[in-house]
Structure formats: C-alpha cells, structure tokens
C-alpha cells in the first residue's frame, strides 16, 4: 500500500538496548532457565503452550528493566531474578488474555496460542503463568515487593475492562484512551522499575524516581506502538501492521483523526471502525487520513513527551551505568519510529 510510511528505525533501535542487555545478560541467563523450570507442569498442555509464547521473540525489556534497576542500587542478593521472572510471566499472561480478548490471529509472525490451543487453555495457562508469578513473589520474603507488583495485577486487570469499555467507542477521548494504556501497560513497566530499588533498600525519593521512570517509559511504549501500527515492521511492532485497525481498536491516532476528520471522514471511521469495514482499501485511506490530519505526528510526539518526563525522573538519580543505560532505552523506545 503505497501510503504506508516508512517508521521503522529498526537497526537503530536495537543499537540503543546493547548496554542495557550487555548489563544485565547475565542475571537475564538465569531468568531465562527460571522461566522454563517455573513453566513446567505435570499437565502437558501448560509448559506446551507456554513455550509457544515465550519462544515466540520479544526483546524481553521489563525483566531487563528490574534487574539494572536492582543492580543501579548495590542489590546483591537472588531476589531481583525471581521478581524480573515474575515480572515477565505477568506480561506472558497478560499477552495471552489480550489475544483472547482481542481475538488476535498472529503475534510476533507466528499463530496466536488461542488459534492453536483454543481460548479456554489460553486463558487458564495464562493463569497458570500469574500464579507462578506470585509464588515467585513470595519465595522473595519482600511485602513491599509483592504489594507493588499484586497491585499493578489489579491495575492491568482494570485496564482491561476499561478497554472493553472503549471498544469500537469513536467519542472516546484522549484522556480517556490514556488512562486505559496507563492501567494496561504503564503500570507493568512502573512496577517493573520499582521493585528492583525496593528489594536493594533504596530511598523512597530513589524508588519514586524508578517507579516514574516506568510508567512514562510505559505510556511512550505504548504510544509508539500506536503509531508503528499504522506505519511499522512486522519484526519491530510484534504484530501485523494494521491488526489495530482490523480489531477495530480506538487508539490514539484513530482518536485524533477521527476528531479533527470531516463529517464524511468521521462516517469513513464509524464505517471501518464501529462496524467493521476494515479490508485493505479501508486501511490505506485510514493511514491518508492520519497523515492528512497529523495523527500518526501528533502520537509520536505526544510518546516524546512521555519519554522526557522518564528522562527527568531519572536526572536526580546518581551517574551509574545502569542509569545510563536506562537512558539508551528511552531512545530506543522512541527510536523504533524516528
């Protein structure tokens, strides 16, 4: 399709995760053979499909964030493997429910596990996956921790009914859109950040600081997606370009250009979006349209924003490796699109 602009920044981006991936490899080594053994099961579906999900790609970034995180503040001990493990099997989890709820064919180019197992093993497994998670938790002994990433199950629990809520909603607002993808998304990153300086004794000012820096990296994470969405790689986005679009998901750039879009336009959007006319020629004039009225610009700038305010919170903190390389991951972040 001709109109589809070229975001993907792909090489560029994953310069940009080297120090932090070079930091943490070998924390990450052991996350990795934690995942697999808390992943197996006596029932042979579970570890089955669990590893179809967990094979499947991904940069693996939030358990990356909770072990540098733990490390910036001196922590010493086994306990920021076992929370970046839980951490990671939260995220699985939450996946195979988006793909549920989303009725999702593909992800990162491969079958969804529901178009392979069925939604009902999709969702138990990712079950399965949370209650690991939290037996994970409590192995640690940190109440602190264990509150912090129980509470932002909750808070992604939320973000999806709320998402239910807006579904197919073209009067969804900006706002609006933004507190779904804080609950959904930002509070995993959040929370992801936080626990590493809980469990290394670190100050509250040093754990607000992380606990910010997770949540705006989170919201520019998500807003990035939004835009490559309609504009990015395959590879890159984890998805097929315009799967948004076919879902009839109402994200920031439908938002935009639905607002500021002609009453013809508008009838274009309710047509495509609201009742599902959403074939390839549809796709192609909604991308004209996001670029005729800035949308795709406006959602990457609004990522940048996010993005300097995860910059700002770290600023206080002192100069260590981890922070810089913190820093190299907001980049790459908004990188995926410059």
């Given at each position: ?97 988006d793909d549920v709820v989303d009725e999702s064919d593909m992800r990162r180019g491969r079958k969804t596990a529901r178009m392979i197992w069925g939604n009902q093993a999709s969702v138990l497994v990712g079950d399965f996956l949370l209650g690991q998670a939290f037996r994970m938790m409590v192995d640690v002994g940190s109440l602190e921790a264990l509150d912090i990433l129980s509470t932002a199950a909750s808070v992604i ?182």
């Amino acid at each position: 399709m001709g109109v589809v602009v070229n975001l993907e920044g792909g090489k560029r981006s994953a310069a940009t995760m080297a120090r932090l991936m070079e930091l943490t490899k070998d924390d990450m080594a052991r996350v990795n053979e934690l995942i697999l053994a808390k992943a197996g099961s006596d029932v042979e579906l579970i570890p089955e499909l669990a590893r179809h999900l967990i094979s499947s790609g991904g940069k693996r970034l939030r358990p990356m964030v909770t072990l540098a995180a733990a490390q910036m503040f001196g922590y010493a001990g086994e306990g920021h493997v076992k929370l970046a493990t839980s951490v990671e099997f939260m995220h699985t989890a939450t996946l195979l429910h988006d793909d549920v709820v989303d009725e999702s064919d593909m992800r990162r180019g491969r079958k969804t596990a529901r178009m392979i197992w069925g939604n009902q093993a999709s969702v138990l497994v990712g079950d399965f996956l949370l209650g690991q998670a939290f037996r994970m938790m409590v192995d640690v002994g940190s109440l602190e921790a264990l509150d912090i990433l129980s509470t932002a199950a909750s808070v992604i629990a939320e973000g999806e009914v709320m998402q239910l809520g807006v579904a197919k909603n073209l009067e969804t607002t900006e706002d609006e859109y933004l507190a779904v993808i804080k609950a959904k998304t930002a509070a995993l990153f959040s929370a992801a950040a936080e626990v590493g300086p809980v469990i290394a004794g670190a100050t509250r000012g040093d754990r607000a600081a992380l606990r910010s820096f997770g949540a705006n990296l989170g919201l520019a994470f998500q807003l990035v997606d939004d835009a490559l969405d309609y504009g990015g790689n395959t590879s890159e986005l984890g998805k097929n370009i315009g799967d948004d679009f076919r879902e009839g998901k109402v994200t920031l750039p439908v938002i935009l250009s639905y607002r500021r879009g002609t009453q013809e336009e508008r009838a274009f959007w309710k047509q495509a979006i609201e009742e599902g006319a959403c074939d390839d020629a549809a796709l192609e004039r909604a991308i004209a349209l996001m670029h005729r009225h800035g949308a795709i610009g406006d959602t990457i700038g609004r990522a940048r924003h996010f993005g300097e305010i995860a910059r700002d919170a770290l600023a206080p903190l002192q100069d260590t490796p981890q922070k810089a390389a913190f820093f190299d991951v907001i980049d790459f972040c908004i990188g995926r699109v410059a």
